[in-house]
T-cell receptor
Framework: DAGVIQSPRHEVTEMGQEVTLRCKPISGHDYLFWYRQTMMRGLELLIYFNNNVPIDDSGMPEDRFSAKMPNASFSTLKIQPSEPRDSAVYFC????????????FGPGTRLTVL | KNEVEQSPQNLTAQEGEFITINCSYSVGISALHWLQQHPGGGIVSLFMLSSGKKKHGRLIATINIQEKHSSLHITASHPRDSAVYICAVNPGNYGGSQGNLIFGKGTKLSVKP
């Protein structure tokens, strides 16, 4: 398996633009997680899905952020409109069913909002 | 106060030294994870444990549920072990936990040759 795939790897955009980050989890994994990493706050959970259904989105910063998982092999995280404070590395991770399985992380998307 | 605290924040060691990184947490958990983040940014899961001890090569992870504390040990450290080590927990009780992780701020390890 290729592991968790994220695209793009790097994104530079201007304030106010829409940004869409994409994730393909490992086949057979039922859980998908979106995390954000910044120098100030470290790693934080944004939202996670189980069997394509959002379970906990309490970490989504505000209405500008939205996430979808239309099927078991694809998820998106959208920011509209983007702001400079959204600059961070966004990681997607997946795990097999059951919370007690290790999570496999994608390579991350480094987002810079100018 | 953060729910997951790691110490030290930064650690410099000489090649061959025995290294210990500590993690304390204040919430009930069902599992604790140790992750490794290399300078390139990629994150790899090293261990997931809910009791006792696990060993993989030169790495050993222990957890004491009663004391809400875990340690990650590296024996015979090597420059390639230089990375950020992150402790994370699944909050909740064993029978009905959540899938998400709460992270510590990480420990930056630098091993000098």
């Amino acid at each position: 398996d290729a592991g968790v795939i994220q695209s793009p790897r790097h994104e530079v955009t201007e304030m106010g633009q829409e940004v869409t980050l994409r994730c393909k989890p490992i086949s057979g994994h039922d859980y998908l997680f979106w995390y954000r990493q910044t120098m100030m706050r470290g790693l934080e959970l944004l939202i996670y899905f189980n069997n394509n259904v959002p379970i906990d989105d309490s970490g989504m910063p505000e209405d500008r952020f939205s996430a979808k998982m239309p099927n078991a092999s694809f998820s998106t995280l959208k920011i509209q409109p983007s702001e400079p404070r959204d600059s961070a590395v966004y990681f997607c991770a997946s795990s097999r069913s059951s919370y007690r399985h290790e999570q496999f992380f994608g390579p991350g998307t480094r987002l810079t909002v100018l | 106060k953060n729910e997951v605290e790691q110490s030290p924040q930064n650690l410099t060691a000489q090649e061959g030294e025995f290294i210990t990184i500590n993690c304390s947490y204040s919430v009930g958990i069902s599992a604790l994870h140790w992750l490794q983040q290399h300078p390139g940014g990629g994150i790899v899961s090293l261990f997931m444990l809910s009791s006792g001890k696990k060993k993989h090569g030169r790495l050993i992870a222990t957890i004491n549920i009663q004391e809400k504390h875990s340690s990650l040990h590296i024996t015979a450290s090597h420059p390639r072990d230089s990375a950020v080590y992150i402790c994370a927990v699944n909050p909740g009780n064993y029978g009905g936990s959540q899938g998400n992780l709460i992270f510590g701020k990480g420990t930056k390890l630098s091993v000098k040759p």
